[in-house]
């Protein structure tokens, strides 16, 4: 979004400033914030620290991250010439407005008048404490007058006006769904990817996933899977990434119906970092990259700092608390604990990916589960009263909220559950979280058995309602599987949360998983 183009008639003070502004956000990267907590020459010397491990493998045989440097070479010529720029100029840190002002000889902006109905105040935002549209300074008194987002990831001097904000998401929207595209506001650890450091990372784990997935590349095909460029060593992080199974084709066919966001409760220089091993070209994600310091409520997300409409913005999480104002555009799904660390995080008792020597399967995993979940809901929206020219739509009353609600409701639908033995004595059944979610999922729920009932969940057989079940044919599922199914958003079979069924259930996964070996021994699996 250009801030240029999408602002009222400006002044010929604003037509200035928002070229140079435009120019200064499509130049500098947001880890100028000071969430990431680093100068620019340390982050800069990051990024270089990895290129410089060399490409392919490190001293001890590990795959790094091979990064592009010219693009940040390119910036620092961009940033210096500036810096000489305003030396010549003589210009100081009290002397922001004649920044704006001197930059029109250099841009060769086109300087326009404005209406004096598009005069300030009110000011729609400041940049550097001045306004955006008139190039006045900041008031202390407008301080108090108007509320505000800072937008850090954009510029860490950035911030707009809640009218302002409000505009943009109107005047956005009006662009977006004619070109039938929503907003998608993604979570990063546990979500896309899953990353532990350095000094988390077990030796014997350690061991497997080099020899694993660093030694070599598996055969595309192969019963063990493919594991090409899924694991990185990013030595500036001392860290691990794993990217989840399927993320690739998960954010290609997710950017034909949504404009995506990442938003992470990490710090900025991480944050970056991911976004660019998910999307190194740069074309899912833009600036769009918000971070824990980015964040206006602490511990906790929000979409106040999102220029999107709510009523168009699906998010996707493996976490709901962090979401106490948006519950009603989240669409919560199951964490990926691929390290052993990940678990110990959550105080899980089952083995990771890794100690199992597993991962997830890519068109059966969670990713690919939650892509037809989206497909669904952008179906859906856009289908919704069977509009005959969707571009001359006029989309009023129309709210993804409540698209996903009716989703989540097709999920169980014209199921009857009943529960045995699940719920503590004396508790209100209605409130427990299983009897939640499976009325969320479209499912009737009962405390009393009759010819209806389609399924009884319970831990054993050796319950009167588990003992009916197999008497009447009834489907007997361990709790595992509305769980699953609430993760999923889809159905799961049942007789794969059978009581009696065999399961692996030390895994700390609900989908299905492949065996992930070592080369040596995938090279013998495959020849025996």
């Given at each position: 979004?250009s801030?240029?183009?999408e602002?009222?008639?400006?002044?010929?003070?604003?037509?200035?400033?928002?070229?140079f502004l435009?120019?200064?956000?499509?130049?500098t990267?947001s880890?100028?914030s000071?969430?990431?907590g680093?100068?620019?020459?340390?982050?800069?010397?990051?990024?270089?620290e990895?290129?410089?491990?060399?490409?392919?493998f490190?001293?001890?045989g590990?795959?790094?991250?091979e990064e592009?440097?010219s693009?940040?070479?390119?910036l620092?010529?961009?940033?210096s010439?500036?810096?000489?720029?305003?030396?010549e100029?003589?210009?100081?840190?009290?002397?922001?407005?004649?920044?704006q002002?001197?930059?029109?000889q250099?841009?060769?902006v086109?300087?326009?008048?404005?209406?004096?109905?598009?005069?300030?105040p009110?000011?729609?935002?400041?940049m550097?404490?001045?306004?955006?549209r008139?190039g006045?300074m900041?008031?202390?008194?407008e301080?108090?007058?108007?509320?505000?987002?800072a937008?850090?990831?954009?510029?860490?001097?950035?911030?707009?006006?809640?009218?302002?904000?409000?505009?943009?998401?109107?005047?956005?929207?009006?662009?977006l769904?004619?070109?039938?595209?929503?907003?998608?506001?993604?979570d990063l650890?546990h979500t896309?990817l899953?990353?532990?450091?350095?000094?988390?990372?077990?030796?014997?784990?350690?061991?497997?996933?080099?020899?694993t997935?660093?030694?070599?590349?598996?055969?595309?095909?192969?019963?063990?899977?493919?594991?090409?460029?899924?694991?990185?060593r990013?030595?500036?992080?001392?860290?691990?990434t794993?990217?989840?199974?399927?993320?690739?084709?998960?954010?290609?066919e997710?950017?034909?119906?949504?404009?995506?966001?990442v938003?992470?409760?990490?710090?900025r220089?991480?944050?970056?970092?991911?976004?660019?091993?998910?999307?190194?070209k740069?074309k899912y994600f833009g600036?769009?990259?918000?971070?824990?310091?980015?964040?206006?409520?602490?511990?906790?997300?929000n979409?106040d700092?999102?220029?999107g409409?709510e009523s168009a913005?699906?998010?996707?999480?493996?976490?709901?608390n962090?979401?106490?104002r948006?519950?009603?555009?989240?669409?919560?799904?199951?964490?990926?604990?691929f390290?052993?660390?990940?678990?110990r995080?959550?105080?899980?008792q089952?083995?990771?990916l890794?100690?199992a020597?597993r991962d997830?399967?890519?068109m059966?995993?969670?990713?690919?589960?939650?892509?037809?979940a989206l497909r669904?809901?952008?179906q859906?929206f856009?289908?919704?009263?069977?509009d005959?020219?969707?571009?001359?739509?006029?989309?009023?009353g129309?709210?993804?909220?409540?698209?996903?609600k009716?989703?989540?409701?097709?999920?169980?639908?014209?199921?009857?559950i009943?529960?045995?033995?699940i719920?503590p004595m004396?508790?209100p059944?209605?409130k427990?979280?299983?009897?939640r979610?499976?009325?969320e999922?479209?499912?009737?729920?009962?405390?009393?058995?009759?010819?209806?009932?389609?399924?009884v969940?319970?831990l054993?057989l050796?319950?009167?309602?588990?003992?009916?079940?197999?008497?009447?044919?009834?489907y007997?599922?361990?709790?595992?599987?509305?769980?699953?199914?609430g993760?999923l958003w889809?159905?799961?079979?049942?007789?794969?949360?059978?009581?009696?069924?065999?399961k692996?259930?030390s895994?700390?996964t609900?989908v299905?998983?492949i065996p992930v070996?070592?080369?040596?021994?995938?090279e013998?699996?495959?020849?025996?």
């Amino acid at each position: 979004m250009s801030l240029a183009a999408e602002s009222p008639s400006p002044s010929s003070s604003n037509d200035d400033f928002a070229a140079f502004l435009d120019l200064e956000l499509a130049s500098t990267p947001s880890d100028t914030s000071p969430a990431n907590g680093d100068s620019e020459e340390e982050n800069e010397s990051e990024y270089i620290e990895d290129r410089n491990e060399g490409e392919g493998f490190s001293n001890d045989g590990a795959q790094v991250v091979e990064e592009d440097v010219s693009a940040y070479e390119e910036l620092d010529a961009e940033r210096s010439k500036r810096r000489r720029l305003c030396e010549e100029k003589g210009i100081e840190h009290g002397e922001r407005k004649e920044v704006q002002i001197s930059m029109k000889q250099d841009l060769e902006v086109n300087i326009q008048t404005s209406s004096s109905s598009q005069e300030c105040p009110p000011h729609p935002g400041f940049m550097w404490g001045v306004c955006i549209r008139c190039g006045n300074m900041k008031q202390n008194s407008e301080s108090n007058d108007q509320t505000g987002v800072a937008l850090k990831y954009i510029h860490k001097d950035f911030e707009l006006t809640d009218t302002e904000i409000e505009r943009l998401r109107e005047s956005d929207l009006k662009k977006l769904l004619p070109r039938q595209k929503l907003y998608l506001v993604l979570d990063l650890d546990h979500t896309l990817l899953n990353s532990a450091r350095f000094v988390d990372v077990l030796p014997e784990e350690e061991a497997y996933i080099t020899s694993t997935y660093l030694t070599g590349v598996l055969n595309p095909g192969s019963e063990v899977g493919d594991t090409s460029r899924s694991l990185y060593r990013l030595t500036s992080l001392q860290m691990w990434t794993k990217l989840r199974p399927f993320v690739h084709k998960f954010l290609e066919e997710a950017n034909e119906m949504y404009e995506m966001y990442v938003y992470t409760m990490g710090e900025r220089g991480y944050a970056l970092k991911m976004a660019k091993l998910l999307d190194p070209k740069g074309k899912y994600f833009g600036t769009r990259v918000i971070s824990q310091g980015d964040s206006t409520h602490r511990h906790q997300k929000n979409l106040d700092v999102v220029l999107g409409a709510e009523s168009a913005v699906v998010i996707l999480d493996d976490t709901e608390n962090v979401w106490p104002r948006h519950r009603s555009n989240l669409m919560v799904m199951e964490r990926y604990h691929f390290f052993s660390s990940s678990c110990r995080q959550f105080n899980l008792q089952g083995q990771s990916l890794t100690q199992a020597m597993r991962d997830e399967t890519e068109m059966e995993g969670t990713l690919a589960s939650m892509l037809r979940a989206l497909r669904s809901v952008h179906q859906i929206f856009f289908d919704e009263n069977n509009d005959k020219d969707i571009a001359r739509s006029d989309f009023n009353g129309r709210d993804v909220r409540q698209v996903i609600k009716a989703v989540r409701l097709k999920v169980l639908e014209g199921c009857k559950i009943v529960f045995s033995r699940i719920f503590p004595m004396d508790y209100p059944a209605e409130k427990h979280h299983l009897w939640r979610t499976a009325e969320e999922l479209g499912a009737t729920c009962s405390t009393a058995l009759d010819e209806s009932v389609t399924h009884v969940v319970a831990l054993d057989l050796g319950t009167d309602k588990s003992r009916w079940a197999v008497q009447h044919k009834r489907y007997l599922v361990h709790p595992h599987w509305l769980e699953a199914t609430g993760y999923l958003w889809q159905r799961q079979v049942e007789e794969k949360f059978s009581i009696t069924a065999k399961k692996n259930s030390s895994i700390s996964t609900f989908v299905e998983s492949i065996p992930v070996l070592p080369w040596e021994d995938a090279e013998k699996e495959e020849d025996s």
